[in-house]
């Protein structure tokens, strides 16, 4: 798959907690443990793609923080990257960790939206026909890659008119710029806030194939163009999907890994069953994922 889209560095803090008595609302954050970097949006989705031998290749707004980043999981190596940014601010999301519970206590953010402006070079440096791939996996964390709908736009077609099945998860209200793409996912607020945006025909307003609803520990829904009644996918019960971050990029690195492996750039006559398949994967893959990362925790 060619993964594109924002890239964040995690930055993962563990802190001992205490409270003054069981009646105070306040939790006082004491002693620090220790620090981890990781690589968060699509530098995980990519980092766990490596891990897993999916074959992909990554397009990133890579700060300078985030390309050593990048080093240390070895996803600079030739055969997985095509282009990179960085001259760019890094992106930290700063997250506290209570080191006794796992509770993710907080996330601080040291950026706002589009905080990199838009990367109009680095998206028209894709040269489609240079790309192997059947599937384009868009990440937009709201970061700076796509911020330009007229490119967004543009990259879509490109994709379109060589048989790339796009698949796009946004934090945007704004879908309109990935009007046209073949796969949206979205979580349940995001669904909700669309449906009172666009109406509740989604898949007709944006001209997709097909929706991708996550429902957190409930699942996914999916609903397909042309198919009248929903198709749900549950998973084992995981009251700990909550407390990690980045299930949702390994959701989707597993799904359009799955696609991938069942169409081709000629052939989209599958794609529903595909993306069933894709989903079932990837809804036991990502639920594997947080009891993972709970146990490297530990």
């Given at each position: 798959m060619l993964i594109i889209g924002d890239f964040i560095t995690d930055k993962y803090t563990y802190v001992k907690t205490r409270r003054v008595s069981p009646e105070a609302p306040v939790l006082i954050v004491g002693q620090l443990d220790k620090e981890i970097l990781a690589p968060g949006g699509a530098g995980l989705a990519a980092a766990y793609s490596k891990k897993?031998?999916?074959?992909?290749?990554?397009?990133?707004?890579c700060g300078f923080f985030g390309t050593a980043t990048l080093k240390?999981?070895?996803?600079?190596?030739?055969?997985?990257?095509?282009?990179?940014?960085?001259?760019?601010?890094?992106?930290?999301?700063?997250?506290?960790?209570?080191?006794?519970?796992?509770?993710?206590?907080?996330?601080?953010?040291?950026?706002?939206?589009?905080?990199?402006g838009n990367c109009n070079r680095l998206l028209g440096a894709v040269t489609v026909k240079q790309v192997t791939h059947a599937?384009?996996?868009?990440?937009?964390?709201?970061?700076?890659?796509?911020?330009?709908?007229?490119?967004?736009?543009?990259l879509l077609s490109r994709f379109r008119n060589k048989n790339i099945i796009t698949y796009v998860d946004s934090r945007r209200d704004d879908l309109l710029r990935f009007k046209g793409a073949d796969i949206i996912k979205l979580n349940e607020l995001e669904y909700k806030n669309a449906k009172e945006r666009y109406g509740n025909n989604l898949i007709e307003e944006l001209e997709v194939q097909a929706l991708v609803v996550t429902r957190g520990d409930k699942g996914a829904t999916l609903f397909f163009k042309d198919k009248k009644e929903e198709t749900n996918f549950t998973i084992a019960p995981c009251s700990?999907?909550?407390?990690?971050?980045?299930?949702g990029d390994v959701f989707d690195s597993n799904c359009c890994h799955?696609?991938?492996?069942?169409?081709?750039?000629?052939?989209?006559?599958?794609?529903?069953?595909?993306l069933r398949s894709g989903i079932s994967i990837a809804c036991k893959k990502a639920t594997q994922y947080v009891y993972e990362q709970i146990e490297t925790r530990l």
């Open positions: 897993h031998s999916f074959h992909f290749h990554l397009i990133t707004n240390r999981k070895e996803l600079f190596s030739r055969t997985t990257i095509l282009k990179t940014e960085i001259e760019h601010e890094e992106i930290v999301k700063q997250r506290y960790i209570d080191i006794t519970t796992n509770y993710h206590l907080l996330r601080v953010d040291n950026d706002s939206f589009d905080c990199l599937v384009a996996l868009l990440l937009d964390y709201r970061k700076g890659m796509f911020s330009n709908t007229e490119q967004c736009q543009d700990l999907i909550a407390e990690v971050t980045g299930a799955k696609i991938e492996t069942m169409l081709t750039l000629d052939s989209k006559q599958d794609l529903f069953e595909a």
